[in-house]
């Protein structure tokens, strides 16, 4: 399903997963319109980051202030989808929906920008998940039924 | 020392606990109104004292928008400043921290803090449930739990300074023993523990296994405290708390995020999970007082998981940066001859009941010798750390039986 920013139609990026009120605050859950775009590129499988056109730092998706000179003329920029494991964990216990795939790794991934994303990250038959393990993108539906962004360790 | 050190006292202190099983089954309100109650009376003052009330956040169990007012009401109070201080965990310390900023002013004579939660006994609390601090767009859908939120420092800290699994156990063995001496910690009849025990513990989240893990205190406790200036607690008080010191600092919870911080401290030069606020408002506190941590005769940490125990030994300068484990193996934190350290069982054995000023009781009754559990001889100084969301938001506190010179 696509973006329909502007045309005044709320988007639905949860294909048709009913967003819980309460425990996941409905308003934080769906995209803001300071991160609709991302979602987008995550519909057309791609990685997007702010970036600051007056000094060109990149960002969290998230930003709407660069923090580096404060402007607010940030906009999408494509990552490379390249990055390496900063800290992961790799969970056993869990709740909801996520009990089907235990044990599963989270962590953090930098990516070659030097832009820092929480993720899950996805070990190889052959390759563990661990620190500075060089990983790359990819999209896959997880256990709620969201498309997302996650990180494949890299054979190599 | 800043002219803050010394300026002000805790003149009265209340703390109410109601159990899992407890025949009458008590509200946060209830508690924390009881609380406030005893604190006021242990203080000798009248409702019409108070300037300024400042609670906590909200507990989660009686989720109301400005907490405060309802206790306002429940008291009948009429404060100059009613307000809510946040700042997760660590908001308890920060309330006292700013009333003694308006007490030194001159604007109150009298400031009442007050906190608590009572979740266990109303909320089903969701096993591993991070929506509480995680961010619910760019981290929940990934399925992160508390403990695997907390794993991910654990898991950078062993892999930066080399710490086995064993040196993060034996923190947990240690306070388990304090735990064994007070009455009202969570594991108090559980017997002691071993290494061995922590490290074949069932797996929760890598690299924390269970017994890395506290438990939430089974129950819901609330504490008040009764803050005034030095001059007005030496007329009206036999035996005052001086507030020798006092830090804080506070970064965003979701950790995601937090690596996007750059250029201040706790991450100056890089962003890191590894070094905290709590090391900004130790040393803010330790200047304030104009002491170093080798005064310190007694601390409380809120580390909920035990690496998080030694990380926060090097964060209040016991030991050095990445010295934890080594600090804690070598006997620094034992039960017999270390610091005394998490005196009542800490969070992992006594229990975790969100944010409190429990632990600054505890500091408080140390220093005046009358301490629910294991007494501590000769505390004069006392360290008490408050932290919330996954080490995001410190504050740190010294406190001393008579004015720090
Ligand atoms: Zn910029």
Redesign the interface.
């Known amino acids: 399903m696509s973006n329909e920013m502007g045309t005044g139609k709320a988007m639905d990026w949860s294909r048709g997963v009913v967003l819980r009120a309460g425990e996941k605050s409905l308003g934080l859950y769906q995209p803001s319109p300071e991160t609709t775009g991302y979602w987008q590129g995550v519909d057309r499988h791609e990685l997007l980051l702010k970036e600051c056109r007056d000094c060109a730092a990149l960002h969290h998706p998230r930003r709407i202030v660069c923090s580096e000179c404060q402007s607010t003329n940030l906009a999408w920029k494509r990552a490379s989808g390249e990055g390496v494991v900063y800290t992961f964990s790799e969970v056993h216990r869990t709740a909801g929906a996520f009990g089907v795939s235990v044990p599963y790794v989270v962590g953090i991934v930098r990516l070659a920008e030097g832009v820092h994303l929480f993720s899950r990250i996805i070990p190889t038959a052959t390759r563990k998940v661990a620190i500075d393990v060089p990983v790359s993108v990819d999209f896959r539906v997880l256990e709620e039924g969201y498309l997302l962004p996650v990180f494949v360790v890299r054979e190599n | 020392m800043h002219k803050l050190a010394n300026s002000c006292a805790i003149v009265g202190m209340g703390r109410t606990i109601c159990k899992k099983g407890d025949p009458d089954k008590k509200s946060p309100l209830q508690l924390i109104a009881e609380a406030a109650a005893i604190a006021m009376k242990e203080a000798g003052i009248k409702r019409s004292q108070v300037g300024a009330l400042f609670t906590a956040r909200t507990p989660r169990a009686y989720m109301t928008l400005q907490f405060n007012q309802s206790l306002l009401n429940e008291l009948k109070l009429a404060p100059m400043f009613s307000s809510e201080i946040t700042a997760h965990g660590a908001g308890a310390l920060g309330a006292i921290e700013l009333a003694v900023s308006l007490l030194d002013s001159g604007l109150i004579d009298y400031a009442l803090c007050a906190t608590g939660e009572a979740s266990p006994l109303w909320i089903e609390m969701?096993?591993?449930?991070a929506?509480w601090e995680?961010?619910?767009?760019?981290?929940?859908?990934?399925?992160?739990?508390t403990?695997?939120?907390y794993?991910?420092?654990?898991?950078?800290y062993m892999?930066e300074y080399g710490i086995p699994p064993e040196q993060m156990a034996k923190v947990a063995v240690e306070n388990r023993l304090w735990a064994l001496d007070h009455p009202h910690a969570a594991m108090r009849k559980k017997g002691p523990i071993t290494v061995d025990d922590v490290l074949s513990s069932?797996?929760?989240?890598?690299?924390?296994r269970l017994l890395d893990c506290a438990p939430w205190f089974p129950g819901g406790i609330a504490s008040a405290a009764v803050i005034t200036r030095a001059d007005v607690a030496r007329s009206t008080c036999e035996k005052p708390t001086y507030i020798a010191g006092f830090g804080q600092s506070s970064l965003h919870e979701?950790?995601?995020?937090r690596?996007?911080?750059t250029?201040i401290e706790p991450a100056m030069h890089a962003?890191n999970?590894l070094r905290t606020g709590a090391s900004v408002a130790a040393k803010q506190a330790y200047q304030m007082a104009g002491v170093s941590p080798k005064d310190v005769d007694i601390a409380e940490t809120s580390a909920p998981f035990t690496f998080a125990n030694l990380l926060m030994l090097e964060e209040f300068g016991f030991c050095g940066v990445g010295e934890g484990g080594s600090f804690v193996a070598s006997g620094g934190v034992d039960y017999n001859g270390g610091l005394p350290f998490n005196t009542t069982g800490g969070y992992l054995s006594f229990g975790q009941s969100g944010q409190g000023l429990y632990l600054l009781k505890e500091v408080v009754d140390q220093i005046h010798g009358r301490a629910e559990g294991r007494p501590v001889p000769n505390v004069k100084l006392g360290l008490v750390h408050g932290h919330g969301g996954p080490l995001a938001c410190h504050s740190v506190m010294l406190v001393s039986g008579e004015p720090v010179q």
């Open positions: 969701v096993e591993g449930s929506n995680a961010d619910l767009q760019f981290e929940a859908p990934y399925g992160p739990t403990p695997s939120i794993a991910l420092f654990a898991q950078r892999h069932k797996m929760i989240a890598s690299p924390l979701w950790i995601g995020e690596m996007g911080l250029g962003p999970l």
